[in-house]
């Protein structure tokens, strides 16, 4: 008898708590990235961006001038608060498959989030597709990734050939400047979607621009040395040295060049591990002048006045400040509350359609884009790249140069 | 390719060879006395290289001084594995070959993630010490200071084993090995040896953790790819044998230059894995294996 009372209390509970999330009292939405193995931190600094952007969300607090900016929930859904599930895909894809599928079954999410690696991104969102709920491509860059016919594929930051465009763009501005053209350039990536995908539109934009590919370099992520690859770039001397790698890799490979006594001319990097604060620390000296394709500029403060406080709130939480990555994760998720409270509800074919008309300019975001709209692939197309150059182991934005919080240092044909 | 181009690649390779000779060394020496792989050896790897870290950021003491005190601290790592899982491991009836695996197995993720709980996930380095990012360089090749630091230690330590095994302990190491039961009758106490075995193989690999801090950075998962090539280094020169552990090193380490700059550098792995089938196929026992 009191086994079964217990049991019945039991399934009432659980049949209220089912209850309480029917209510929309709170929007559950899943996160999958790497929490352990290899991108950890990566994927602990997304977490502490995107519990940034729902404090800001959840909160009461003065209003920040940015998308969702206004604190006390989601006003659509009588002031519903955001409810962020974190699953740990480790990097591997399988595993971010699995996760998915867990998240969506289980804890019913509304939407998933992800996951830095374009290797996650591509299982993941098969499975938010077969679901038919959407997958926010908040930091993947594979171009690849939305040219696959998705239907519930939104991607809010630029993909590799945008940003790749933007390097190709960069130089052609930073020749006119100083009237020393980049002649060569020497490709240097890892093995799997990311590195691959980056350096065929590098290699197609080299080859439109009619500039010489020195060396074209695929090397084994992860591996514990690369002597023998920075003797390659060496050996090439190009002009620029365009690298695709995560941050492991990218402390390796500039302490391997300058092991060989190789300082290249001009390190142009499709961001990635180049914008971890790991690599700034790890290359430290070695670090100074490379410069890097971004899509954020911390110092753009007087055009984009949330950075400050939303900064402050992160720094708050992580002690580090906003990079290309976590500031591309808060905005994805501010882009998705935002599409949730116009829907009015967290049923997939009315958040589909709010997603699909989205339309934020660029100064009610942290960004430095022009703004935020979905063509139909799902691939934002008014999120214009910047490039950004280390001085004293910081990044400075210094293209475009109306933009520009520092002046280019291009030793190319000096 | 250049002369001077191709002696670069050489000395990398032999540089980084060395580096693994002495990654495998404990691991070989450990396998050779009592049969135990054990699949934590990157872990502790990377628990030597944070404890690099740490001391020298919490007091700025050089690397290279960290030598004895990370090899003793190391060494009292592996006596307590020993004690507290491995014996114990050793002493069930049945399946011991699984069991043994699976606890040095559960070890190195329980390290990993406890290294990731304790220290984070950020890429840590020494950044500054005597050595660091210094550079010889003698007739257009270079040669970076803290590897080559790295392969005389290896060298030394290597001798230092050699020696080791021709000393009384070497001897009882040497008796246990060949037959475990047998030494019980004269008086060697075969569970000490063991133990000893245990604290002599992890104090050389926490001596290449030293020597890895001078110029790799840290991270929970530093050890993997690491330890894979120890395993492969290993069964290529031959288990339980030092010599052989030496030599499969730098084999592997010029291989694995050698076919990046021949091939593309992401295959570089496949001419590391080709020559250890090849050797398994002529020779299953290894280069200098004696079983």
Known sequence: MKRRTLLTAAASALALGNQAAWAADEVVIGFVYPLTGNGAQVGLDAKAAFETMAEIINGNHAPIPMLMGQGGGLPKLGGAKLKLVFADSQNDPQKARAEAERLITQDKVCAIVGSYTSATAATISQVTERYEIPYISADNSSPSLNQRGLKWFFRTGPHDE?????????????????????????????????????????????????????????????????????????????????PSSYTSDAILIMRAMAEIGYRPKAVLAQAAGFQEQGFLDGAAALANGVMSRTSFALDATKSRPAIVPANALYRAKNNKDFNDNTSRELTALAVLADAINRAGSTKNTAL????????????????????????????????????????DGVYKTVWPFNVAAADVIWNVGT | MLSADIAQVLIGGLLMGLIYALVAAGLSLIFGLMDVVNFAHGELLMLAMYAVFIIWQATGMDPLLQIPLIAVLLAGCGVAIYRGLIARA???????????????????????????????????????????????EIGGVFVPVPQLAASIVCLLAFAGLLAISRTEFGRA??????????????????????????GLGIATLGVAGVMLGGFYYVGPNVGASFALIAY???????????????????????????????????????GVYAIYMVVLMLRPRGLFGKL
């Open chain 2, 232 to 270: 492969v280094t290993v069964a290529l020169g031959g288990f339980g044998s030092l010599t052989g552990a030496l030599v499969a090193g730098v084999l592997i380490g010029e291989v694995e230059a050698i076919t990046a700059a021949v091939f593309e550098p992401s295959l570089k792995q496949i």
């Open chain 1, 352 to 391: 589909l359609d709010a997603l699909k008309a989205t339309d934020v300019p660029g100064d009610n975001t942290i960004m430095p884009w022009a703004g935020i709209k979905f063509d139909e692939t799902g691939q934002n197309i008014k999120c214009n790249p910047v490039i950004a150059q280390v001085f």
């Open chain 1, 162 to 242: 945008m940003f790749s465009r933007a390097m190709f763009d960069f130089m052609k501005d930073a020749a006119t400047k100083t009237g020393r053209a980049a002649k060569s350039v020497a490709l240097f990536y890892e093995d799997s979607i990311f590195g691959t995908d980056s350096s065929n539109v590098q290699r197609k934009l080299a080859q439109e621009a009619g500039i010489t590919i020195a060396a074209d370099i695929r090397y084994r992520a992860n591996s514990p040395s690369l002597s023998t690859e920075a003797q390659k770039l060496k050996s090439a001397n190009a002009d620029v040295i365009l």
């Open chain 2, 90 to 136: 050793l002493s069930v009836q049945f399946n011991r070959g699984m069991v043994q695996i699976f606890v040095t197995f559960g070890l190195a993720i329980f390290i990993r993630g406890a290294a990731q709980f304790a220290f984070g996930g950020e890429f840590r380095s020494v950044s500054k010490h005597i050595l660091a990012n210094r550079t010889l």
């Open chain 2, 173 to 198: 190491l040497e008796a246990t090995r060949e037959d475990r039961d047998a030494v019980a009758l004269i008086g060697i106490d075969r569970d000490r040896i063991f133990a000893m075995g245990w």
